[in-house]
């Protein structure tokens, strides 16, 4: 572990290093490989955050390569030293999947596993991320305090109660957790609440204690104009290689409804383009390779304008997401000169029917057009994502989705034929997993062995197809990301057996006096009390619920008005 973190940060541009003396010492932990976490900017954003507070020196660190520890420490990259050596261990946590490596992480680093096994002497466990302001409980029994919200709001006030309370005052773990849990909003700290459960299993209550409050309000950042996030840390050891991440905005107007990012970052906002100016000459300084990362980049105004400015500048310009209906001749031609060789449009769905079930926005002509420009434009690749066993779809939308490949496919040949080079489409097959704080909270996921069918219905409709292939997700990996992503505080004692059966899942499960099937395929009660429902997210779950019966109708809503509507609840009525 030391060689490797040795080998990391000798490959790294902009890491910060910063002497311990007299500073609160922080280690951030994405609970995965290096390669995984340093691609995700959020995560690079808390990095730089938090060595910005003077009084702060943060140091990374990640699991093992092999997810093995093969008998060494767990060390940090800048300094090579043991996590223990921390005041607070802090997690960033971006997928629920990750959650478990919470488990395989501390097991590694010598750390009680349970919160309540952890001796006053042992490092304050902290966790943050879109996992964690989702549904934290699967992983409360292994976490002293949840931080629900964004950084920027978070962080300085967390970092000066911990330096007055623990450092300062030399206060018990407890009194700290008890003061920040009372005082600060955008904290959860899960040993002041009890669960409570049915006779059918179903939660009956979830009981603050100690005069913790009722809801735990998630925080945000209201104005990103004056705001950059963008890459801390350049390094060729990630998915983009040495591209330079800047982030656009927050949260999309679109209300899919199976999207959690566009409801838990409501309301959406877009950062001004003289801030993303001053990011893309900050990145230049480093690479040629500028990213722009959203959940909507195309949605952002004058995105194109701005990208156009720097069109002379030898450049290559990437966009983590473009909708099919928004790709504009200024789009088309920075693809272009960046020498982008592979385009993403996502249907989501085959028919125009499950379109306005999840409420897409887009028309199968908005696809086949997009198609037929990016191919024109000279992008040679095509990749295509789909779900299926959505709420409400049927085995005929399936075979829609054939329909369409091969209607994309008519296009691609044809716009390819002109420029005499024919590149691939590639179809990516994800099973659909219900999310919280989205329409489809209530929603069932398709038994595995209807999802299998569904994909081979798929596979067997396309298979005589040339230059195209399938990439299917597992359905099993899916059925246990439903699983854990909407369970309850119970879902520890599986996490903790799937640790102890060293990733064995089938042996757990068989194990377990848990039925999954009660997290993953069962219809929720529409009145019924939610894990998650103790977060506040500004969002009536009465909108949802709303929503949930107009997919159910086929009837679309209309994209949301940031400030001038108060249907969801997020913006205040005027």
């Known amino acids: 572990m030391i060689k490797l973190s040795k080998k990391y940060a000798e490959s790294e541009t902009g890491a910060v290093r910063k002497g311990w003396k007299g500073r609160t010492r922080i280690a951030l932990v994405y609970p995965n490989q290096y390669r995984v976490g340093m691609s995700n900017l959020g995560f690079q954003t808390v990095y730089l955050l938090l060595n910005n507070i003077e009084h702060i020196v943060c140091e990374r660190t990640f699991l093992p390569d092999n997810g093995k ?8 990259i800048e300094t090579q030293r043991p996590v223990t050596d921390f005041d607070i261990i802090a997690f960033s946590v971006s997928f629920e999947s990750d959650f478990l490596n919470i488990l395989s992480f501390l097991n590694m680093a010598g750390l009680p596993i349970l919160a309540k096994d952890r001796r006053p002497g042992h490092p304050l466990i902290v966790a943050g991320g879109v996992a964690c302001f989702l549904n934290p409980e699967p992983a409360a029994l292994f976490i002293d305090c949840f931080l629900l919200g964004e950084a920027e709001v978070l962080l300085p006030t967390f970092c000066e109660s911990f330096d007055r309370l623990i450092l300062r005052s030399n206060e018990g773990k407890k009194n700290f957790l008890l003061d920040i849990a009372k005082n600060l909003p955008g904290v959860y700290v899960p040993e002041f609440y009890r669960p409570l459960y049915n006779n ?11 005069e913790a409050p009722v809801k735990v309000q998630r925080v945000y950042l209201h104005d990103l104009s004056n705001v950059s996030t963008c890459s801390a840390v350049l390094t060729p050891h990630t998915s983009f290689k040495k591209t330079f991440l800047i982030e656009t905005g927050r949260g999309c107007t ?9 409801y838990i970052y409501r309301p959406p906002r877009y950062r001004t383009v003289s801030e993303l100016k001053k990011c893309i000459q900050k990145g230049l300084a480093l690479t040629d390779r500028i990213g722009f990362v959203g959940a909507a980049v195309s949605d952002l ?38 020498r982008v060789k592979t385009a993403t449009i996502a249907p989501d769905a085959g028919s125009q029917r499950m379109r306005d079930v999840i409420n897409k926005g887009i028309t199968e002509e908005d696809i ?54 024919i590149g691939r489409i590639t179809l990516s097959i994800n099973p659909f997993v219900p999310k919280p704080f989205t329409p489809f909270q209530w929603a069932a996921m398709d038994e595995e062995r209807i999802i299998k069918q569904k994909i081979n219905i798929i596979k067997e409709g396309l298979k005589k197809t040339a230059n195209l292939r399938i990439n299917v997700e597992s359905p099993r990996r899916a059925y246990i990301q439903a699983m854990i992503s909407r369970g309850d505080r119970r879902m520890a004692e599986i996490l903790l ?5 060293r990733g064995n899942w089938p042996k757990t499960l068989k194990e377990s006096r848990f039925n999954p099937d009660f997290f993953v395929s069962r219809e929720r009660y529409i009145n019924e009390l939610f894990p998650w429902d103790f977060i506040d997210h500004g969002i009536k779950k009465s909108f949802l619920r709303h929503e949930y019966y107009q997919a159910g109708k086929e009837k679309v809503s209309p994209p949301c008005k940031v400030g001038s509507c108060s249907l969801c609840g997020v913006c205040p009525a005027k």
């Open 69 to 76: 520890n093969e008998g060494s420490r767990i060390v940090t």
């Open 200 to 210: 059918d299993e179903t939660l009956k209550l979830f009981e603050p204690l100690c």
């Open 254 to 262: 679109h209300g899919c409804r199976f999207c959690s990012a566009g």
């Open 301 to 338: 105004p004058e995105i194109g304008a701005l990208c156009s400015e720097f069109k002379n500048d030898n450049i290559r310009i990437s966009f983590s997401s473009l909708r099919a209906d928004a790709v504009t001749e200024e789009f088309l031609s920075i693809l272009r000169q960046s």
């Open 368 to 421: 086949l057009k997009t198609a037929e420009r990016l191919v024109t434009k000279g992008i040679p690749n095509l990749k295509l994502y789909f779900m299926t066993g959505l709420p409400y779809e049927t085995f005929e939308d399936i075979e829609e989705i054939v329909k369409l490949c091969k209607k994309i496919k008519d296009v691609f040949l044809k716009s390819s034929r002109i420029r005499r080079r």
């Open 497 to 501: 057996r799937v640790v102890e059966n």
